[in-house]
């Protein structure tokens, strides 16, 4: 069989997971803190059918002849870019400027970090994302304000006040911010968060302004990072990418039809 009939069959599933990663991405253009994701590839292995020699005297080098067998997936990244901020003016809206990640915990202690920063209260006045994780703060516990506070405001550094009953200016603790020596090999764990993976270093604590994490903005929200033109026109490359390679299964199977009609 022709070579090339696999190496299109291999072009083309490249490029269908180069449609379904810019799929994800304009799925999550609206999602607050989303980080969106790049394909990129390589060779496979190439079969040599004469090797290269060196010069020898008078007569000059060959190089070697090798033919390609096709792509493969080389990396599928997670482009850990700033997002625009959007202004929404609720005081539980968080987002983080520059580097670092919020922790929040699920019901057994797992930790989890996100930069998507809408908080709310549950019914007990702890902060919770919208998947009901708790925000953590210094001490790893979770901050909490009283309901017969009156006022309340979180600083750029994290550190949360609030005015008591009695009219008196409380401290509620400090948000705790992490850093990674790679965010990029932080793994996606659903409902934007990610988990500590094996290549992207141990979480490093910190707090807003600290070890090179960035300010906490009270009042506005991260957006995702998808640009829209760049998406469609990377859609644009995959689509011919896509036809190009079916292309080429058409032409390996025209060739092998006059090779079948050889005999007749």
Do not use: C, W
């Amino acid at each position: 069989m022709l070579r090339s009939l696999y190496s299109g069959i291999s072009g083309m599933k490249n490029f269908q997971t180069k449609l379904d990663v810019i799929g994800n991405n304009i799925a999550n253009v609206n999602t607050y803190g989303f980080k969106k994701g790049r394909t990129t590839f390589s060779d496979l292995i190439s079969q040599t059918t004469a090797g290269a020699t060196k010069p020898d005297g008078a007569q000059g080098g060959i190089n070697a002849k090798q033919v390609g067998l096709g792509g493969q997936v080389a990396s599928i990244d997670t482009i850990h870019t700033q997002g625009s901020m959007q202004t929404t003016g609720r005081v539980l809206d968080l987002a983080i400027s520059g580097e670092g990640y919020f922790e929040v915990k699920d019901a057994s202690g797992a930790s989890f970090y996100t930069r998507t920063g809408n908080f709310y209260f549950d019914g007990n006045r702890d902060i919770v994302n919208s998947s009901g994780q708790k925000l953590t703060i210094d001490g790893g516990t979770t901050p909490q304000i009283p309901v017969d506070a009156q006022s309340f405001s979180i600083g750029t550094d994290g550190k949360i006040s609030y005015v008591d009953a009695a009219g008196e200016l409380q401290e509620g603790g400090q948000i705790r911010m992490f850093t990674f020596d790679n965010p990029e090999g932080l793994d996606k764990a659903g409902g934007n968060t990610f988990q500590v993976s094996g290549n992207s270093g141990e979480a490093k604590e910190t707090f807003a302004g600290e070890n090179g994490a960035g300010s906490i903005n009270s009042g506005y929200l991260e957006m995702s990072n998808v640009d829209l033109s760049e998406e469609f026109t990377e859609m644009i490359v995959a689509q011919r990418g896509f036809q190009s390679n079916t292309k080429i299964i058409t032409t390996s199977d025209e060739i092998l039809q006059e090779l079948v009609n050889l005999k007749r």
